[in-house]
């Protein structure tokens, strides 16, 4: 069961200083959501789980960035105010979750590649390793996008962590555009991110 502190509304305070961290650049809120707790409410289900993993996506300027061929109805949601949720289907296999940064009309987005799951949790340890594994774990799909992280009404919202110790940096994993730009960042104490840095070492010898 989650911790029951965790999973309450955020306080209107927290909510602006949670807006406030993620109305910055992709890459600064990229290294802001690391620690930060999300929480997934599906009835009397309830999950929260600590971000571990995150990547920048820049907006229209980045090749890899869904933004970068212009709006489209799926894609509309990066346009919104920051904490707006983006969830897509990828590979007709799985979903993906992004959180919207930047000020509105801003396309910038940040990838949750990976979670730890609290203590007395449901889920496995590693459950959430990985974005489509992090979506499936909670149950999460594209009826949630364009709702938002910072209302607790939403069913999949934000609240307030520690932040790591110490954080990883990497070029971005499993894209063919501007994968060299360094905008992968981590939580090095955790065990559940998707890429350790053997794996990352494995890319960037087969990319060279």
């Not at 938002?148 to 940096?169: F, H, K, M, N, Q």
């Not at 994968?179 to 890319?203: H, M, N, Q, T």
């Amino acid at each position: 069961m989650a911790d029951s502190a965790q999973v309450q509304c955020p306080t209107p305070t927290e909510r602006k200083r949670l807006m406030n961290g993620l109305s910055q650049t992709p890459a600064r809120a990229a290294r802001f959501l690391l620690g930060q707790i999300l929480v997934r409410r599906q009835g009397a289900r309830v999950h929260a789980v600590r971000i571990v993993e995150t990547e920048a996506y820049l907006g229209a300027d980045d090749a890899a960035a869904h933004s970068f061929r212009g709006r489209t109805a799926r894609t509309e949601p990066i346009w919104g105010d920051p904490g707006t949720l983006y969830v897509y289907f990828i590979y007709g296999m799985y979903y993906c979750l992004n959180i919207v940064v930047e000020p509105k009309g801003a396309p910038g987005c940040v990838l949750i590649r990976a979670a730890e799951p609290g203590e007395g949790s449901s889920l496995d340890r590693s459950a959430c390793s990985g974005p489509g594994r992090l979506c499936r774990a909670l149950g999460i799909d594209t009826r949630l996008s364009g709702r938002s992280a910072l209302d607790a009404t939403s069913g999949l919202y934000l609240r307030e962590g520690a932040a790591p110790r110490r954080i990883g940096v990497s070029p971005r994993v499993g894209i063919r555009h501007s994968a060299e730009l360094p905008l992968r960042f981590y939580d090095a104490s955790s065990d559940v991110v998707s890429r350790g840095p053997a794996a990352i070492k494995r890319v960037r010898k087969r990319r060279s």
